[in-house]
């Protein structure tokens, strides 16, 4: 499976954007979804996840309540939903996929997942 990341763009602080995720090959749905973002000199950090059974979310703390996680399996394409942006939100932001086989604990590493997207780059400033 191959992963395409775009929606990324200039905004400005406490505007919205959209991430997608257009996944292509194998089956998108047989695998866990998550969303990672790397800033300049920073380590690349886990963002959201969701699980392909059940529907479980994972968020890091700095984003909860501001982004949603959700995939349409029928399109092969996840999403993510960024709301109320900050300046500290600025990264590039990369989808992937984990097997559904990860632990709850692994689901926040970047280690548990093996495909990646290209990343696409989201910049919050005035």
Do not use: H
Not at 64 to 69: A, C, L, N, V
């Amino acid at each position: 499976v191959q992963l395409q990341a775009s929606g990324g763009g200039l905004v400005q602080p406490g505007d919205s954007l959209r991430l997608t995720c257009a996944a292509s090959g194998q089956s998108f749905s047989a695998y866990n979804l998550g969303w990672f973002r790397q800033a300049p000199g920073k380590e690349r950090e886990f963002v959201a996840a969701l699980r392909r059974r059940g529907g479980t979310t994972y968020y890091r703390d700095s984003v909860k309540g501001r982004f949603t996680i959700s995939r349409d399996n029928a399109k092969d394409t996840g999403y993510l939903q960024m709301n109320s942006l900050k300046p500290e939100d600025t990264a590039v932001y990369y989808c992937a996929l984990s097997p559904t086989s990860t632990i709850t604990s692994e689901m926040y590493s970047a280690l548990a997942y093996n495909v990646w997207g290209q990343g696409t780059q989201v910049t919050v400033s005035s």
